[in-house]
Nanobody
Framework: QVQLVESGGGLVQAGGSLRLSCAAS????????MGWYRQAPGKQRELVVS???????DYADSVKGRFTISRDNAKNTLYLQMSSLKPEDTAVYYC????????WGQGTQVTVSS
């Protein structure tokens, strides 16, 4: 069973930075695509950024220029570098992967104070 474990969330002031990590139980090459989603209280889960096996990325307009997705294949880990954080970035952030099935992590809370 595929496992995705996120870490790196926390409380940060507006304008600050955080780096989220997603450790996968399988090699990242086994997934056609991976991504980060977020869900704020009372809102639907939304895509933050996705990356295909070939490296094509797709960022939500709200995070373009501030967030960067990357991966370390040797560590089976996906990252999300978040900079210039805003209070509206506050949400639970989820790692996802698509391979034979669709897999999700348990989520990590990011809170940005004004």
């Amino acid at each position: 069973q595929v496992q995705l474990v996120e870490s790196g969330g926390g409380l940060v002031q507006a304008g600050g930075s955080l780096r989220l990590s997603c450790a996968a139980s399988e090699r990242l090459f086994s997934f056609n695509a991976m991504g980060w989603y977020r869900q704020a209280p009372g809102k639907q889960r939304e895509l933050v950024v996705s990356i295909t096996l070939g490296g094509t990325t797709d960022y939500a307009d709200s995070v373009k220029g501030r967030f960067t997705i990357s991966r370390d294949n040797a560590k089976n880990t996906l990252y999300l570098q978040m900079s210039s954080l805003k209070p509206e970035d506050t949400a639970v952030y989820y790692c996802s992967a698509r391979g034979w099935g669709n897999y999700w992590g348990q989520g990590t809370q990011v809170t940005v104070s004004s």
